[in-house]
């Protein structure tokens, strides 16, 4: 489903700030696969995604999505096939409008819909439904504004939001980390449920090392823009927490 191959960045480029963000990487990612991304600060996590996503070009290679060459495809013309969650709750949705207006939007950007055109009821249906499925309550709620709910409600919309239209793939980048625990555990059932429910190929970086070994089927840890780490199976089932940390840097 994606495939990166010697994708290369460097920030600040022939300046003293020069930076190599990522050092040829490569990573090829199957469909269905659920792949959790661990490493230190500045590692090259998020520049991975950016990339992906499209919010950055990367100076040399390929980056390709299920056989399409996305490499320099514009943002917008890859929103409708990546979905991605962000750590801050508050980013990703617009926090004046309702809970029902973020989750229509985000559906007609999936379709490739006009955002103002007008859903029909069994487009309305079937957000309500997909809310009910949360069993958090929140189909009552669609006329709330959404920045009046808590943290975790509102990452738990945003997974919704993401998987209205099943994406290619689902980037999730510390997408719990600024939750209370309670939360952060009640939005990692959600997406494990959400992801396995839809066999939606998945990245989530991560920086609970017990999630990223208990969620998901892959594990890759990051160093310095390069991948140190990669394992699933057999192997990733023997690994403990404590080896995992042993490697960072
Ligand atoms: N837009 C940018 N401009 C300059 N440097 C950047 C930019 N984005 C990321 N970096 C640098 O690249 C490195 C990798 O960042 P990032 O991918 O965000 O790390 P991680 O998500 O693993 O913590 C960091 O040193 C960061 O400061
Ligand atoms: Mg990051």
Not at 140 to 150: A, E
Request: aromatic content about 4%; some cysteine.
């Amino acid at each position: 489903m994606l495939r990166i191959e010697s994708v290369h960045k460097v920030f600040n480029k022939n300046t003293p700030d020069e930076f190599i963000a990522l050092k040829s990487l490569n990573l090829s990612v199957s469909e269905g696969e659920f792949v959790t991304v661990i490493g230190g600060n500045g590692a090259g996590k998020s520049t991975v995604f950016n990339i992906i996503s499209g919010s950055i070009l990367c100076d040399s290679g390929v980056v390709e999505l299920d056989g399409t060459d996305i490499t320099y495809m514009p943002v917008y013309k890859r929103a409708s096939y990546v979905g991605r969650i962000f750590q801050d709750p508050m980013k990703g949705t617009a926090p004046s409008l309702t809970v029902g207006e973020n989750l229509i939007i985000a559906y007609m950007k999936s379709m490739k819909k006009n955002n103002l055109s007008i859903p029909s009821s069994k487009e309305k249906n079937y957000i309500k439904e997909r809310l009910a499925d949360l069993k958090l309550g929140l189909e009552d709620r669609l006329n709330t504004k959404i920045g009046l709910l808590s943290g975790g409600q509102r990452q738990a919309v945003a997974l919704v939001m993401a998987t209205l239209v099943k994406p290619k793939l689902l980037l999730l980048d510390e997408h719990t980390a600024a939750l209370d625990p309670v939360s952060a555990e009640a939005v990692m059932e959600l997406t494990e449920k959400i992801v396995t429910e839809n066999n939606i190929t998945t990245l989530m970086i991560t920086h609970n090392i017990t999630s990223a070994l208990d969620y998901g089927s892959r594990t890759i840890m990051m160093d310095l823009g390069e991948i140190i780490i990669d394992v699933c199976g057999e192997e990733r089932k023997k690994l403990t927490v404590q080896e995992l940390v042993s490697q960072y840097k």
